[in-house]
């Protein structure tokens, strides 16, 4: 929040260092925080760094947050909002076409672009260590399964089938993801196929 008109200045050098201080916006911040806690976990998210690293003083900091507490707020904001809105936007950009759904969704966690594993592995090593963060990852599994359970119950499967399925299929990519499987992407788009065909109960 700027300052009233009728506060005095200071000085004639303070609006201009507040001004240096403040070019970056409060999404760069979050940014360089998300970075930081994929690269190095939790403890990496240190308010000094990441201004060294963005070439700024912690002031810059502290225009845009109370505390290092709403940066991490903030951090698991942005983590169910972007690491969540792929996979629901590409089952919506699917059309009506469940099985259609079902590919779109795997190939977002497939080519790890729009939605990142690592992000993910990240907040979840988090929530050991905060109930909060895990009450909010539990709540982004469950909807997630939830997303791949209306799939299920739209190709015909019924109860508790449908469910089932959904929760296997999750399972098995938060395994893959945990596990850090060293796959190339060529080879995991080759194996596409057979896994879309095994986990939709297709028969060769």
Known sequence: MSKPATAPARS???PAARASNTRLGRGEWIAAARDA?????????KVDVIARRLGVTTGSFYWHFKDRQALLAEILADWE????????????????????????LCMVWLEESAFSPAYDWA??????????????????????IELLH???????NGEPEALVRARITYFHQVGYYTLQIDETRESRRALLPTYVDLLLGRRS
Request: a neutral charge; proline letters at 5%.
């Open 12 to 14: 004639s050098r303070l």
């Open 37 to 45: 806690v994929i690269q190095g976990g939790l403890v990496a998210v």
């Open 150 to 156: 209306g799939i299920f119950r739209r190709l015909g």
């Open 123 to 144: 907040i979840r090593d988090w929530a050991r260590t905060s109930p909060e963060v895990e009450t909010a990852v539990r709540r982004i599994d469950d909807r997630r």
């Open 81 to 104: 909002e972007t690491n969540n809105r792929p996979l629901f936007d590409a089952v919506a950009g699917a059309g009506d076409d469940p099985e259609r759904q079902f590919a779109d």
